[in-house]
């Protein structure tokens, strides 16, 4: 059980490139969320999938792209990366519920744009 | 719109003082909220969950407690030690069923 997994740990691009970033759990949880993390910042939702075959976008959607592979992956896409984008990215996922359940992240993507 | 406030930003005690870390939210309506801890360069650790029907939970020498009516949460860490060092985040379910708000985070030291 290897909870949520995240490729790749860390990837520098130059501005404009694209990439796709994987996310994958073997919870069999239903919802799953893309966070970015910036210093002094916390965590801010960019996209979440409620379950397999829906996404919505979060606080700061804009750059990205998402796509709920099945009911186990979830990707993140930037199609013309932009030093802004910088950051550290986290996946999530939780099991649908009433709130009480807990979310569990993946060890996170280090992103540099140049 | 929820907003989600920690205080302090950093903090840097002796080993074994007690402690309180400190969270505040803007609007009451949340369904829970949770305690994580982050480790430099890892992912989050959830340590504990609070629902909104619940004022306290405690989890060996954590106490985390919730006063949704003045919207506010402190976690208390007895008898701190140098393994407590990280940065610990307070986070509400809030705003919709499925989004969960994160404040800035506390950043602690735990010096021997």
């Known amino acids: 059980n290897a909870g949520v997994t995240q490729t790749p740990k860390f990837q520098v691009l130059k501005t404009g490139q694209s990439m796709t970033l994987q996310c994958a759990q073997d919870?069999?949880?239903?919802?799953m969320y893309w966070y970015r993390q910036d210093p002094g910042m916390g965590l801010r939702l960019i996209y979440y999938?409620?379950?397999?075959?829906?996404?919505d976008k979060g606080e700061v959607p804009n750059g990205y792209n998402v796509s709920r592979l099945n009911k186990r992956e979830f990707s993140l896409r930037l199609e013309s990366a932009a030093p802004s984008q910088t950051s550290v990215y986290f996946c999530?996922?939780?099991?649908?519920?009433?709130?009480?359940?807990?979310?569990?992240f993946g060890p996170g993507t280090r992103l540099l744009v140049l | 719109k929820q907003e989600v406030t920690q205080i302090p930003a950093a903090l840097s005690v002796p080993e074994g003082e007690n402690l309180v870390l400190n969270c505040s939210f803007t609007?009451?309506?949340?369904?829970?909220l949770q305690w994580f801890r982050q480790d430099p360069g890892k992912g989050l650790t959830s340590l504990l969950l609070?629902?909104?029907?619940?004022r306290e939970q405690t989890s060996g020498r954590l106490n985390a407690s919730l006063d949704k009516s003045s919207g506010r949460s402190t976690l208390y860490i007895a008898a701190s030690q140098p393994g407590d060092s990280a940065t610990y985040l307070c986070?509400?379910?809030?705003?919709?069923?499925?989004?969960?708000?994160f404040g800035a985070g506390t950043r602690l030291a735990v010096h021997p």
């Open positions: 609007d009451s309506a949340i369904y829970n």
């Open positions: 919870m069999n949880h239903n919802s």
């Open positions: 986070a509400v379910f809030s705003g919709g069923y499925n989004k969960l708000i």
């Open positions: 999938s409620a379950s397999e075959g829906t996404t």
């Open positions: 999530a996922s939780r099991t649908a519920g009433t709130g009480i359940e807990t979310q569990y």
């Open positions: 609070i629902q909104s029907s619940q």
